[in-house]
């Protein structure tokens, strides 16, 4: 047996006193070349090779723009983790929304329409301003929100950048550095819901760590989608509930053409 072989040899190609098997008998200058020869035609045994640049294993979750005036959107399917949008409408007996400078009115909102815009984060306002969440406060309602310049369609990020469909992510910046990189293996290739110049693209499972959001904690990415049928069609597809995160600094070089640029505060 090849073990017993390998089990006999040293390194001067002599056979142990202890010997057995094939080996018994054989004068060592017949046996050591044999030896020698079966430890070299044994395959070595690897385990699989760890890219340097696999992360893990993540949760996906979805984001949207929660609009104070939109169509209601159907139910959603029970065993996804989709949320049905929200018709709602502005109450002089709602909740008043604050800027985080000053305590200053924004708007007063149907309650149940400020508990989803504090659970997005972003939301449209029947007027056409796009608001985003700030930080908890001590004014009337807390969090704070900051009306956000005109000409950005999809909000604000954490990090200072317009947030954009299909390729803002928000993170745990303990697990991934805030302004990376990241390619997320389970999009490659997959086309985008909606239409140009937002959607309906084939994505390169490229992507940016842009935002981040109180409920996000650990490995768990949180992926803008713009609008809750966008995230409705997503949820719909099973693979995308748990995906595979890579370190996006090689993968993603070519796609960095798209990073938009911080803006003012």
């Known amino acids: 047996m090849i073990a017993g072989w390998i ?16 080996t018994e008998g054989i004068p ?27 992360m893990g294993r993540f949760l996906m979750t979805r984001y949207y723009i929660a609009e104070e005036f939109g169509r209601v959107a159907p139910p959603p399917d029970p065993s996804s983790d989709a949320d049905p949008m929200i018709l709602a409408s502005a109450l002089s007996t709602g909740v008043t929304i604050y800027d985080h400078r000053g305590c200053r009115p924004i708007a007063t909102l149907a309650p149940k329409y400020v508990e989803l815009l504090d659970v997005e984060g972003t939301g449209k306002l029947r007027d056409g301003r796009i608001i985003n969440v700030t930080k908890p406060c001590s004014c009337g309602h807390s969090p704070c929100y900051r009306q956000v310049p005109g000409g950005v369609k999809w909000g604000i990020s954490a990090t ?35 239409k140009a110049p937002w959607g309906g693209f084939v994505h390169d499972g490229c992507v940016i760590a842009a ?18 049928a966008y995230k409705q069609a997503l949820d719909a597809r099973k693979k995308m509930r748990h995906v595979t995160v890579y370190d996006g600094a090689k993968r993603c070089a070519e796609s960095r053409h798209w990073v938009a640029p911080r803006i003012g505060s």
């Open 211 to 228: 935002d981040v959001g109180g409920a996000i904690d650990g490995a768990q990415i949180d992926f803008f989608v713009g609008k809750v």
């Open 28 to 54: 060592a200058e017949v046996a050591g070349p044999r030896l020698a020869a079966a430890a070299m035609s044994v395959p070595t045994i690897e385990g699989p090779a760890v890219d340097p640049d696999l």
């Open 160 to 194: 200072m950048r317009p947030l954009q469909p299909f390729r803002t992510i928000s993170v745990d910046p303990a697990v991934i550095k805030l302004g990376s990189m990241v390619y997320v293996a389970e999009l490659d290739g997959l086309t985008m819901p909606g």
């Open 7 to 22: 089990g006999a040899a040293r390194l001067d190609g002599a056979v142990q006193p202890s010997a057995i098997g094939e």
